[in-house]
């Protein structure tokens, strides 16, 4: 057992090696087509999701925890890395901004959460702020552009 935690924690480590750069749209797609596979969602959740809406239970837990790992901004033994949440999801803030709202959004699962409830807290505290609504402006801009480019 104290091996695997040793190997964990030497993964989380080679993980957090500044080498990592932020996901492009086309890198994000497939990690959630490939967390979907993993997590399965009911239609209903699917839907709910593509409206940025996330209701706390497992599935969209399992599958948002999958997500953050695979985006390279989640470890299940550090949580968030909140230097790249900022550079990852900044938007058009200034980092300085984004890094700051992504440390008060970080916490060290002091109350021993499991991984998908703690990797929860932290996206649920993002959705709720400025970079937030940043996304669901860009996300809500997007589909806009789509429905123009069907009509």
Request: proline fraction near 3%; aromatic fraction near 8%.
């Amino acid at each position: 057992m104290l091996m695997y935690l040793i190997v964990a924690l030497a993964l989380c480590a080679v993980a957090h090696a500044d080498d990592w750069t932020p996901k492009t749209g086309e890198e994000i797609r497939k990690i959630r087509v490939d967390c979907l596979k993993e997590n399965p969602l009911s239609n209903d959740q699917i839907s709910q999701l593509k409206n940025l809406i996330f209701p706390n239970e497992p599935d969209v837990r399992q599958y948002l925890t999958c997500s953050a790992i695979k985006l390279g901004i989640f470890c299940d033994q550090q949580g968030y890395h909140a230097d790249r949440l900022a550079k990852q999801f900044k938007m058009d803030l200034f980092e300085e901004e984004a890094l700051q709202i992504a440390q008060s959004c970080v916490d060290d699962n002091a109350q021993k959460s499991p991984t998908d409830v703690w990797a929860f807290r932290g996206h649920q505290c993002m959705m709720a702020s400025k970079i937030g609504d940043k996304v669901r402006a860009f996300v809500k801009a997007k589909a806009e552009e789509a429905k123009k480019k069907a009509a």
